[in-house]
T-cell receptor, first 114, second 112 residues
């Protein structure tokens, strides 16, 4: 089982739609959680951190359920500019190394259609 | 922009050759992590450098090696290149040992 699994996608949605991304992680020692956005042939960019209490940034809402080891990202009123691949990322302290290691999901591609 | 820079942007090498990729971290960041991203996959952790020492390694063979310099810039070296090494190589810098990382634009390596 992969450490981080995401919906395989792709998602093709009309402008203005609400779209939800789901992600599960297998390592209960994971300590922090993020969503990154990656445009075609570009580097991943941090979209938002994810907290147990849930957090919102404009049209974007992220949720974490530690008991279920589940992370979600909701995009409301989607725009053409939201078209990208969304990467679910977990961060844990790597034992013996004293470093945090990011583990990425495979990503879910979103295309917002006019 | 994150302030993380990488060079070169693109590179074409032949199987069996060696390659060195370079990364300059964001000002004030003392940690650099390197990732390999194959087409259609998420980035895979190669290793991390913190204060000039390797501070964690993923499942990559020893022919992947690195360095970090006193100014926190870093190099990734790959020996005996294989066709499967063709990928986007990303470096990421962070304020402390790996938490909340910011990526450079990457180096796209093609091995023929």
């Amino acid at each position: 089982r992969k450490e981080v699994e995401q919906d395989p996608g792709p998602f093709n949605v009309p402008e203005g739609a609400t779209v939800a991304f789901n992600c599960t992680y297998s390592n209960s020692a994971s300590q922090s959680f993020f969503w990154y956005r990656q445009d075609c042939r570009k580097e991943p960019k941090l979209l938002m951190s994810v907290y147990s209490s849930g957090n919102e940034d404009g049209r974007f809402t992220a949720q974490l359920n530690r008991a279920s080891q589940y992370i979600s990202l909701l995009i409301r009123d989607s725009k053409l500019s939201d078209s990208a691949t969304y990467l679910c990322v977990v961060n844990r302290l790597k034992s013996g190394a004293g470093s945090y290691q990011l583990t990425f999901g495979k990503g879910t591609k979103l295309s917002v259609i006019p | 922009e994150t302030g993380v820079t990488q060079s070169p942007t693109h590179l074409i090498k032949t199987r069996g050759q060696q390659v060195t990729l370079r990364c300059s971290s964001q000002s004030g960041h003392n940690t650099v992590s390197w990732y390999q991203q194959a087409l259609g996959q998420g980035p895979q952790f190669i290793f991390q450098y913190y204060r000039e020492e390797e501070n964690g390694r993923g499942n990559f063979p020893p022919r992947f090696s690195g360095l970090q310099f006193p100014n926190y810039s870093s190099e990734l070296n790959v020996n005996a290149l294989e066709l499967d090494d063709s990928a986007l190589y990303l470096c990421a810098s962070s304020l402390r040992d790996g938490y909340e990382q910011y990526f450079g634009p990457g180096t796209r390596l093609t091995v023929t």
